[in-house]
């Protein structure tokens, strides 16, 4: 067995077939010369359990040059570093290791560890939490995923520009409260990322709906042990802007009724009028959920407070009602046209719906049955009366609703608005 020598190593050939040289002066360690030509250290020897093995320490470094620190298998070796690497290995292997196991196992956790990197950049956890979580548990997951940069009618592709595109590879574990407090500020300033901007100024409420998306999706992330920590904890929150306080006056629901008249949704705009209840109520409406005798039942999943809720649809909301149900989408071109044909653009198709709850109140209907209405359950509804008062006034609701009905008919046909209480059926 001869004794390989720098100069040896290097003058070997290839033959026709593949050949392991031992080395005299390593036990267990070999040359390996590839008909090709490559050359690699390899060792031979028999496992804890008796069974034989081989073991790749690296390629044949030719240099002479040796490199700082201690050899590792898969690095360049020259004849000096693959015996003291095998020197290292054959020491392990007399303190009883299983040296070719203990390998196996560290490459496991190195790709473990590499897989639960690439998952966890912001691309890859941002759809993660929109998927597992906000489409299954949210109302609001189309909003959520287009803010943080997906496109929900796309298979939640990324919007080219967004945040998500931004911060594609950038791990979550990385993102501190100075990266959100700029992300949220930015929105404050100039608007979404990717989103084309509709106003100028400052926005201090889309800046706060921002922050509240990131600070849910980083929740979910800590729950699931993907982030240690919610880094918007430590980012102020900006302010939610004054409450509105909007409501149309009888000349202005006239202009909308007539400007609705126009429009291809104008009974889902006339509903949302009449029963005061919210667009995506009146979008998702389907003929099922209405009974024979004009009894609509908003199912749990479909409403705010994930309370069912039933609505008596006045003799003229069911006469706008489409065979089929709605089912359509809300387009925000819509707004635009109203606003055009009403003269007015100060108003937002919320205040419909507080609109109908102080067009109830000034025809005299009670607090409790206004809240019963529109599916409230605070103020005199919340607490222990909320508790103990399980009435539903339903009779009180359904003439509630049909006052309401009759008082808008009146002013839209330029009749008294003065209102005669009508016989409850």
């Known amino acids: 067995m001869p004794k390989l020598t720098s100069a040896s190593v290097e003058k070997l050939r290839p033959g026709k077939e593949r050949r392991e040289i031992p080395d005299s002066g390593c036990p267990s360690l070999r040359l390996v010369i590839q008909t090709s030509g490559h050359k690699s250290w390899a060792m031979r020897f028999r496992r804890p359990s008796g069974r034989s093995a ?116 950038k791990p979550v574990t990385s993102i501190d409260g100075h990266d959100l407090y700029g992300v949220i500020d930015e929105v404050k300033r100039s608007g979404i990322p990717g989103w084309k901007r509709r106003k100028k100024g400052l926005s201090e409420p889309l800046a706060r709906l921002m922050r509240s998306h990131l600070s849910t999706m980083f929740g979910w992330l800590v729950e699931h042990r993907r982030v240690a920590s919610n880094p918007c904890a430590s980012v102020h929150k900006p302010d939610g802007g004054k409450a509105r306080d909007r409501v149309l006056s009888d000349a202005e629901i006239v202009k909308f009724w007539q400007a609705a008249e126009t429009e291809k949704l104008a009974p889902m705009l006339k509903l949302l009028l009449l029963t005061g209840c919210r667009p995506r109520e009146v979008l998702g409406m389907t003929r099922s959920e209405i ?6 039942t908003i199912p749990s999943e479909r409403s705010k407070n994930h309370l069912p809720h039933v609505v008596h ?102 009749r008294s608005a003065s209102v005669v209480p009508m016989k409850r059926a």
């Open 313 to 414: 649809l006045p003799p003229m909301a069911q006469q706008l009602i489409p065979a089929e149900g709605f089912g359509a989408y809300w387009a925000s071109a819509i707004k635009v046209r109203l606003d055009e044909a009403m003269g007015i653009d100060d108003w937002q198709i919320r205040d419909l719906r507080r609109t109908f709850v102080t067009g109830l109140a000034n025809l005299g209907i009670r607090p409790d049955v206004i809240e019963l209405a529109v599916n409230h359950s605070s103020g005199t509804r919340g607490g222990v009366a909320g508790v103990y008062n399980r009435s539903k006034l339903l009779p009180e609701r359904k003439a509630a609703l049909e006052r309401w009905a009759a008082h808008v008919i009146r002013l839209v046909e330029g």
């Open 54 to 169: 081989k073991l790749t320490l690296g390629p044949v470094d030719l240099s002479s040059a040796e490199q700082d620190g201690d050899p590792v298998i898969g690095m360049p070796l020259t004849l000096v570093a693959a015996r003291r690497l095998a020197v290292d290995i054959l020491r392990q292997r007399a303190m009883g290791r299983d040296v070719v196991a203990d390998i196996a196992a560290a490459k496991h956790r190195r790709l473990t560890e590499d897989a639960k990197s690439a998952a966890n950049t912001f691309s890859v956890a941002a759809r993660d939490f929109i998927i597992e979580y906000a489409v299954k548990k949210t109302r609001s997951s189309k909003t959520t995923a287009r803010m943080i940069g997906f496109d929900p009618k796309a298979d939640f592709d990324i919007i080219p520009g967004s945040l998500a595109d931004r911060w594609r590879d």
């Open 291 to 296: 009974s024979d005798d004009g009894v609509w």
